[in-house]
């Protein structure tokens, strides 16, 4: 059972910038496009971000895009989301996940299984 473990969030005022981390246990990392969603109070998990499995596709929601990068590094397992410009529209709780192919990113988040706990971000304004 692959675990993904998210990190990095934290308080940040607007305007500011912060790095969250998404690293997985086992060796199928490269075998899998990578996503970001996010959950905040009251409202349905969305897609924020996905890098397919070798980074060669990127794709940001709307409201993310210029401000947000999602870069993976395979050696180590891990993915991250550079977030620039933060706004307090972007606090949420921040997880990642994993499919088999990029385009699985358009599914809606309900279909996906095996979340780990989240890490919070808040933006004060």
């Known amino acids: 059972q692959v675990q993904l473990v998210e990190s990095g969030g934290g308080l940040v005022q607007a305007g500011g910038s912060l790095r969250l981390s998404c690293t997985a246990s086992g060796r199928t990392f490269t075998s899998y496009a990578m996503g970001w969603f996010r959950q905040a109070p009251g409202k349905e998990r969305e897609i924020v971000a996905a890098?397919?499995?070798?980074?060669?596709?990127?794709y940001y929601t709307d409201s993310v895009k210029g401000r947000f990068t999602i870069s993976r590094e395979n050696a180590k397992n891990t993915m991250y989301l550079q977030m620039n410009s933060l706004k307090p529209e972007d606090t949420a709780l921040y997880y990642c996940?994993?499919?088999?192919?990029?385009?699985?990113?358009?599914?809606?988040?309900?279909?996906?299984?095996?979340w780990g706990q989240g890490t919070q971000v808040t933006v004060s304004s």
């Open positions: 890098i397919s499995w070798n980074g060669d596709r990127t």
């Open positions: 996940n994993r499919a088999p192919s990029y385009m699985d990113f358009q599914r809606d988040p309900r279909s996906f299984g095996s």
